[in-house]
């Protein structure tokens, strides 16, 4: 019996990139991956191909800011083993279209862009820990990201308040013994970001990396495996930034 093994983890943004491979690599070491995307179809692609594999997984649609939809979702995924062990809070908006000043996005945009980064956080995390008490390693991974240390972007201070609730998570959690972490990925070469992102600017932020190496999903997917394992066992309240250096130079 491994971190993982008959446990379950429900990881949000599911359906592709690093939540598509955050839900592999669970599986691969015998979790039961949920992948919840407000794209059903890639959800269940995603778990399918998981599944093909040998592993366990089921694909639901849903907008993470739905609050009946995202408890109907936890408590299909707790009805797999009797509860959740591990929630990824990875869904997030942060195409170029979200990446925008906030007087050329105007409200609505903003305001999505905050529900979906920020309150969707909340939303499945009040969704989710009720079936995670007494659950022994039990914790709940957000994804932040390097800009929420730059500064300058509505898309950083989604980011930020994600760091911040991942401390005020962590606080109100402990008592439950659930641990609450947060990754802050670079500039990482999935296929939403590599397909869209113009080469001159993938060019200027990767100049702000200290290691040459591109970043790539399995250095973050290596991240959050390391924070849901009992390695992490004493590990609460973080930021693990995983940026190639990107941040030491802020
Ligand atoms: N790729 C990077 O370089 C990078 C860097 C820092 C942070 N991040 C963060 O990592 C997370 C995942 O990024 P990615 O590159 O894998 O993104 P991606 O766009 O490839 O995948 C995101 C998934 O989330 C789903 N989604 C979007 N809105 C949703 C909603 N309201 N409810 C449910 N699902 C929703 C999308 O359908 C998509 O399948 C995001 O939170 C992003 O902000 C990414």
Redesign the pocket.
Known sequence: MGDWSGKTAVV?????????AFGAALAAEGAHAVL????GA??EAAAAEIRAAGGAATGLG????DEARMNEVMAQAAAVAGGIDFLIN??????DEYGQPIFKMGLAKVRRLFE??VM?VVCCTLAAVPHMRGRPGASVVN?????AHMHGSA?GDS?LAVAGLTITFARELAPDGIRVNAI??????????AAELPPETKARVKAMQLLAED?K?GH?VDAMMFLTSSKAAFITGETLRVTGGMAAGV
Do not use: C, Q
Request: net charge negative; hydrophobic share 35%.
């Open positions: 949000t943004g599911g359906g592709r990139g690093f939540g598509k919840v995307d407000i794209d890639v959800a849903g907008d993470v800011t990875n869904a997030g908006l942060h195409s979906v980064n969707g994804i932040s990201s390097s800009a898309y980011k802050s990925p670079g500039l990482m070469l999935t296929e939403t970001i970043g999903e973050i």
